[in-house]
């Protein structure tokens, strides 16, 4: 099972397991205890375990019952990342130029939306080793008024966050399960979103959505922002407002957060701050930028967050010509919280690309980095051998893919744990 599992790399979702595997899986183990058969289980990819329904009628019982089991479907999450840890990175691309079209027969064009990217990293890469795989990304259909292309796009632990106006739908693809969450509280209120962000509480063991919003003032011919937000609870599957006390006259937009260690981080480079969102407490804090950072910026430097060794980064690069030479990347081992918070950065390094990038996107595992070159592709540079590799979407126009986020895949369940299946 493990071993069909593995290579298969599910490249089609309609893909069966041959005829004569089934029949052979089953007349190997079907002495097995239960136990063992469930262990088998925790191991395997999401769609491989519900094609295996089909196996038997005691398989599917079994199957069935053990994918409602939050202590099943937390060990198979934990498998997943132990399988990944180091070795694959599975990460989503956007390809805009099949853009959601409503009309039935258009369905096949949506399902190439999305595309996943299986990087395997190895320590042993070629200069410009393929090394990946590519896996089509089929989406169950979701209600008509989300434009899937345009929507705002957050993941955590196999579930997606799709967000468009009022409308906001929780997604797992790899169960093919999604529902539309209740209508936020502050629309009726004049808010205009923002941005939305998806996430998991440890300690409550809750995933939240954060949205936030914000509306103008006019004063005595002087404008002003004034921001909301809000969060969603899967366990309550409720809103709340939530306080945020920022004086702010532009606030980032979704797509610009990292989430490190159970907090949102933002950087806001009209006030050369770095806003951020505890899970756990619910509270925004504002860390303001040291000065020598603060004149980097000023400088031309764009900013932008990531996470690098479990910790909050910054990459500091200046464009020349759409080209990007050389970027430092700074870090910091604790960002402290309130109004005043502050930040110890340290810059770790600068990078020089080997060839002409446009701009840093991400770090994945054993040091690559995500980069967009200058020729509309997607490269990933490992700063310690300073190789380099391509990932190449042939089908698709360079200019209209758009990286979204790195993806696993779970049997976590987007009906929290209040409501039936």
């Known amino acids: 099972l493990t071993i069909y599992s593995a290579n298969c790399l599910e490249r089609n979702p309609k893909e069966q397991p041959p005829p004569l595997f089934i029949a052979m899986a089953g007349s190997i183990i079907c002495d097995l205890p239960e136990g063992a058969l469930v262990e ?23 199957i069935n019952s053990v ?12 498998n997943v990342n132990t399988i990944s840890s180091s070795s694959t990175s599975s990460l989503v691309f956007c390809c805009v130029s099949f853009a959601y079209c409503r009309h039935p027969k258009m369905e096949s064009l949506r399902q190439r939306l999305f595309k996943v990217v299986t990087v395997f990293h190895d320590h042993h890469n070629e200069w410009n080793s393929r090394n990946f795989v590519r896996e089509r990304f ?16 957050s993941h955590c632990n196999g579930i997606i966050c799709l967000a468009q106006g009022e409308t906001i739908v929780l997604c797992n ?12 509280c502050l629309d009726n209120n004049g808010f205009i979103p923002l941005g939305v962000v998806f996430g998991y509480d440890s300690r409550a063991n809750d995933y939240k959505v954060v949205r936030f919003e914000h509306y103008r003032l006019l004063r005595d011919q002087v404008e002003y922002f004034k921001i909301g937000a809000e969060v969603y609870s899967l366990r309550s599957d409720s809103w709340k407002e939530v306080g945020i006390q920022l004086e702010l006259d532009r606030f980032p937009h979704v797509g610009e957060e990292v989430f490190c260690k159970g907090v949102f981080y933002w950087f806001v480079w009209t006030h050369d701050i770095i806003v951020s969102f505890n899970m756990f407490d619910e509270v925004f804090h504002s860390i303001p930028l040291p000065d020598d950072l603060i004149v ?31 970027i430092q990347v700074w870090a910091t081992d604790d960002c ?8 110890s950065w340290i810059k770790k390094l600068t990078i020089t690309p080997p060839v002409d990038v446009a701009f840093p996107l991400a770090f994945l595992k054993n040091d690559e980095l995500l980069m967009q070159a200058a020729t509309k592709t997607f490269i990933l540079y490992n700063i310690r051998s300073q190789m380099i590799r391509e990932l190449s ?11 979204d986020y790195s993806y696993v895949k779970s049997l976590l369940s987007v009906h929290g744990g209040t409501q039936p299946r």
Not at 173 to 184: G, S, V, Y
């Open 138 to 153: 089929r989406l169950p259909t979701l209600p008509s008024e989300l434009n899937l292309a345009h929507a705002k796009r």
């Open 40 to 62: 088998i289980f925790s191991w395997l990819p999401p769609e491989s375990l519900m094609r295996f329904k089909c196996v038997s009628k005691s398989w599917y019982a079994l």
């Open 296 to 326: 980097v910026t000023r400088k031309g430097h764009s900013a932008q967050l990531a996470v690098w060794n479990n910790s909050v980064a910054l990459f500091l690069f200046k464009q020349e010509k759409a080209v990007t030479k050389s």
């Open 67 to 78: 994918i409602k089991n939050p202590e099943f479907v937390n060990k198979h999450l934990h």
């Open 173 to 184: 693809p790899a169960i093919m399960e999604w529902r539309t969450l209740p209508k936020p």
């Open 336 to 343: 402290s919280g309130g109004v005043n918070g502050s930040c």
């Open 393 to 403: 979407f042939m089908e698709v126009p360079r200019s209209s893919v758009d990286w």
